[in-house]
């Protein structure tokens, strides 16, 4: 199965998304912040990053256009409540447009998030 990446700030989702991909057979490591899932995915072959947008050590467009730069091949995941600046723009919107493969609005079923986890990998 693969190796997963999961990226959020918030404890709660990540164990619970930790619990879904697992159930699933996938390996999983979490990380509460961007530099922490930098050294994770440099350190061993990832298959996904999920990540969330809004954290407070560095967002997730600037991690997403980091993981592009040094492999643009990485599958990528963004997550977010939404939100944007005055809205005048979408984060999940940027997340696509800097190279998240696929975005998921919160809140978002756990249905929702296999699918869109087997679709980035390829398994449909």
């Known amino acids: 199965m693969a190796k997963i990446i999961i990226i959020d700030?918030?404890?709660a989702m990540r164990s619970m998304l930790h619990e879904a991909m697992s159930d699933l057979g996938?390996?999983?490591v979490e990380t509460a912040?961007?530099?922490d899932a930098m050294?994770?995915?440099r350190k061993d072959v990832t298959s996904l990053i999920i990540?969330?947008?809004v954290m407070p050590d560095k967002n997730g467009i600037d991690l997403?256009?980091?993981l592009k730069r040094e492999c643009p091949e990485a599958k990528i995941i963004a997550m977010?409540?939404?939100g944007g600046i005055e809205g005048r723009f979408d984060y999940l919107a940027i997340a696509k447009l800097v190279g998240a493969g696929t975005v998921l609005k919160k809140p978002f079923t756990i249905k929702e998030l296999r699918e869109r986890v087997s679709h980035v990998l390829g398994d449909s």
């Open 9 to 11: 700030d918030d404890e």
């Open 26 to 28: 996938h390996e999983i």
């Open 33 to 35: 912040s961007s530099d």
């Open 39 to 41: 050294k994770a995915f």
């Open 51 to 53: 990540t969330d947008i």
């Open 64 to 66: 997403i256009m980091e």
């Open 80 to 82: 977010s409540g939404g």
